[in-house]
């Protein structure tokens, strides 16, 4: 697991993964942030999750830079950890994982393009932070809520099950003031701290999300950009018939490090994909031809 974690790290760059700079969607509608510490002087990560329009922000962005802006959080939260080990001179804590269930969607959650990127959040803090979590709280949730936690849940180790505190509207902020003092803890969140300006959740510090404006999709000029620069013969779609099929072809250099990414959408139903390379006329099959819900509703 270590190995293949240092992998992955070596692979999306994380050791400079803070200097990244996300698109401008992200940094306004990813609802995310860190108010303050606990009492062990280790960082509270407030994740407004209900107020992610996950929809939007999958038709907004490609899957790897929503990946890359949710290992940056942690990444952050890592650093200002290792930041106090050394102060303190101990061992290096870890942090709270504060998620706000207020006007979470079933129906959002369950948009196939979202639900694959919070299974790929999962898996991506399971394989490379599960020990950095001291606990995480789960509050306001719905009754929905228990649907998408059962989807969920499969994903999840059971340790890190083990630390999942999940609460509807009442009975959570007692147990949060037990390991967080109040005044590390914004008004909304049962704490006391407000902003210069007497907002109570903090919005200078937590990013609250929303509903993320249609300007910010991929629209069809931009797609037609992307296509030009890869040379295909369409601008932005194409129509295929029921026993149709399209293939595309591209030279791939061997440039070590080289990577092949790809990334469509269909409309109205799914569509059959494979991947497969041709060297010295011998071909090889990549992905294996299968259906990819790649729908959008």
Not at 26 to 46: C, R, W
Not at 59 to 88: G, H, T, W
Not at 116 to 137: G, M, Q, T
Not at 217 to 235: C, E, G, I, R, T
């Amino acid at each position: 697991m270590l190995l293949k974690s240092l992998e992955w790290r070596k692979e999306w760059n994380m050791d400079n993964i803070v200097d990244w700079n996300p698109p401008e969607v992200l940094k306004k509608y990813f609802a995310s942030g860190i108010a303050g510490d606990d009492k062990e002087g280790n960082p509270v990560v407030i994740i407004p999750y209900g107020n992610i329009d996950m929809r939007g922000l999958t038709k907004s962005c490609d899957s790897k830079e929503l990946i890359k802006y949710f290992a940056q959080i942690f990444e952050n939260a890592v650093l200002i950890m290792r930041q106090r080990s050394r102060e303190r001179g101990d061992p290096m804590g870890k942090l709270i994982n504060l998620v706000d269930a207020e006007n979470f969607s079933l129906g959002d959650f369950t948009y196939r393009p979202a639900l694959v990127a919070v299974i790929k959040f999962i898996d991506v803090f399971e394989s490379n932070y599960p020990e950095i979590l001291r606990c995480s709280y789960v509050i306001n949730a719905p009754k929905a809520f228990s649907v998408a936690f059962s989807i969920m849940k499969p994903f999840i180790s059971e340790k890190t099950l083990n630390k999942i505190k999940i609460h509807g509207k009442t009975g959570w902020k007692e147990g949060l003031l037990k390991m967080i003092d109040a005044d590390q803890l914004p008004v909304h969140w049962g704490g006391t701290m407000t902003d210069p300006d007497g907002n109570t959740k903090c919005i200078s510090k937590i990013c609250i999300g929303g509903k993320v404006p249609e300007e910010y999709y991929l629209n069809n000029k931009v797609l037609a950009v992307q296509n030009q620069n890869l040379h295909l013969d369409f601008k932005s779609h194409i129509t295929l018939k029921k026993t149709e099929s399209k293939i595309f072809e591209f030279q791939v250099f061997e440039n070590v490090g080289s990577q092949l990414r790809w990334e469509f959408r269909s409309t109205g139903c799914d569509i059959a994909f494979e991947v497969s390379r041709t060297i010295s006329e011998e071909v090889e099959e990549l992905i294996p031809l299968q259906r990819v819900n790649s729908q959008i509703k």
